[in-house]
C-alpha cells in the first residue's frame, strides 16, 4: 500500500479545508436522518421529544457531527444540546416517578404532554402516537400563540409550565390521580394549582382513542388552564365567570375543531350536548325566537352551573366580544380574576348595562351568524393566521 507522502497532492481537498467544508455549509454538522416519519422541521418545534431524545444515532441532537470535516461552529452546540437533551430524559415526570414507566413525553416552555395512547383513531395520516403528539403540540401552542394575541399577554405571563396526561389505562390514571393530584374522580380533572395539570383517560366513552375528540378534549381544557395560569393564578369559573371560562374555551376548540364536543364537566360530555357542537346558526335562531333577556341569568353563574344551551350562549357571548370589542378580553379576564361582578365589569369596560350589552350581542348574532351553518371542518395543519 503507497503512503499517504508519495500521493500527489490533493488540492480538491485542500481547497475545500480552506474554504470550510462545503458538505455541511461550514456548520460542522449535518442534519440527522432518521426523524422522517414525523419530520425533522416538527422534532425542531418541540425542544423536548422522549422518541428524538432516544434517536441511536443523534440522541435527540437532531444532528450529526459532518463526516466530511473537523467540524465548525455548531459542533458545541450540538455536544450541548446532546446534554441537555440527556439531562431531560433522566429527568422523569411525577407519573412515571411513581408507575416506575416511562410514557411519550413532548415538552415546550408552556406544555408538559405525557400522551400514552397506543393507537390513534379517526386518523389516516396520525395513527402513530408521536406523530399524534407532534400533532397536538402543535394546537397547544397554536391555541396559546392566538390566546396570547387576544389577551395581550407575553409568554414570561404564564405563572408555571401546563401539565397535559393523557392515560390508557384506567388503574394508572386512578393511581396518578389519588397519589400526585391528591383527587379522587371518575372523570378527567383540572388541577388549577402551581403547575397545572389536566389529567384524562383516552379511552372513556366520550373519547375513545379518536384523534378528533382528544384534539378537542386537549385544546379545550388547555383554555381552561391557561385563563387561570396567565398573569396571576386565579381560577374564574367558581367566580361567577362560567361564561367567560367555558365561553374562551368553546371558542377555541370551535375555532380549530370546527365544532363544541366538550361540556366542561366530565359527565356533562357524555351526557348532552346542544345541537351537535354546531352552534352559529342554531344561536341565531333560537335568539330569534326567545324574547326574554338571557344575559342577566347567564353572566351571573359558575363555570358548573351552566347548562347545555348556556355552553352555546356563553361561546357566542365571548364571540362577540372577540370581534366587537377586543381591548377588553384582558381587563376582562383580570377583573373576574379579582370577583368583581359582572355588572361592573361591563359597566367600566364598555360603559354598558347587562341590557345593554344583550342588545348589542343579539344584534350582532342575527347580522353575522349564517342561517345555516357550513359543514364541519378541522383547521389545517398546523394553524392558520386569524
Ligand atoms: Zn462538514
Ligand atoms: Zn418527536
Ligand atoms: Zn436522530
Ligand atoms: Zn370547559
Redesign the pocket.
Same mark, same amino acid.
Given at each position: 500500500m503507497m503512503s499517504p507522502f508519495f500521493l500527489p497532492p490533493q488540492e480538491k481537498v485542500l481547497e475545500e479545508v480552506l474554504a470550510g467544508c462545503r458538505r455541511c455549509d461550514e456548520r460542522g454538522v449535518v442534519d440527522c436522518m432518521a426523524h422522517q416519519k414525523v419530520g425533522l422541521q416538527e422534532e425542531h418545534f418541540v425542544p423536548y421529544c422522549s422518541v428524538a431524545a432516544q434517536c441511536d444515532s443523534c440522541s435527540g441532537a437532531l444532528l450529526l457531527d459532518c463526516p466530511h470535516c473537523d467540524g465548525g461552529p455548531d459542533s458545541m452546540a450540538l455536544e450541548a444540546r446532546k446534554a441537555l437533551v440527556a439531562r431531560w430524559l433522566t429527568k422523569e415526570s411525577a407519573p412515571e416517578v411513581l408507575l416506575e414507566k416511562k410514557f411519550l413525553r413532548l415538552e415546550t416552555d408552556a406544555f408538559h404532554l405525557l400522551f400514552d395512547v397506543e393507537k390513534v383513531k379517526n386518523e389516516k395520516k396520525m395513527k402513530d402516537p408521536h406523530h399524534f403528539a407532534h400533532f397536538l403540540m402543535r394546537r397547544l401552542e397554536g391555541t396559546a400563540e392566538i390566546f396570547r394575541d387576544h389577551f395581550q399577554a407575553k409568554p414570561h405571563h404564564l405563572i408555571s409550565p401546563i401539565s397535559i396526561w393523557w392515560f390508557s389505562d384506567a388503574k394508572e390514571k386512578r393511581k396518578v390521580m389519588e397519589d400526585v393530584l391528591m383527587i379522587s374522580s371518575g372523570g378527567d380533572i383540572k388541577k388549577y394549582t402551581r403547575n397545572p395539570v389536566y389529567c384524562a383517560d383516552a379511552t372513556e366513552s366520550a373519547i375513545q382513542s379518536s384523534g378528533p375528540m382528544l384534539e378537542a378534549a386537549t385544546v %379545550? !381544557?388547555a383554555v %381552561?388552564i391557561l385563563l387561570f395560569d396567565m398573569f396571576r393564578e386565579s381560577w374564574i369559573g367558581e367566580k361567577k365567570a362560567g361564561w367567560f371560562?367555558?365561553g374562551a374555551?368553546?371558542w377555541y376548540e370551535e375555532y380549530f375543531c370546527g365544532r363544541v364536543s !366538550?361540556?366542561?364537566i366530565a359527565e356533562a360530555n357524555t351526557m348532552v350536548d346542544w345541537k351537535n357542537g354546531v352552534w352559529r346558526s342554531a344561536l341565531r335562531k333560537w335568539l330569534a325566537r326567545e324574547d326574554s333577556p338571557v344575559l342577566p341569568a347567564l353572566v351571573n353563574q359558575h363555570?358548573g352551573q351552566l347548562m347545555p344551551r348556556d355552553h352555546a350562549l356563553s361561546w357566542s357571548l365571548f364571540d362577540w366580544v372577540v370581534h366587537n370589542h377586543p381591548k377588553v378580553i384582558q381587563p376582562f379576564l383580570m377583573a373576574y380574576k379579582e370577583h368583581q361582578p359582572t355588572r361592573d365589569i361591563f359597566k367600566k369596560h364598555l360603559s354598558m348595562t347587562v341590557r345593554q350589552v344583550e342588545e348589542s350581542w343579539r344584534k350582532w348574532v342575527q347580522k353575522s351568524y349564517p342561517t345555516k351553518d357550513a359543514k364541519v371542518k378541522r383547521r389545517k395543519f398546523p394553524k392558520a393566521k386569524l
Open positions: %379545550h !381544557n %381552561h371560562d367555558a374555551s368553546h !366538550n361540556y366542561c363555570t
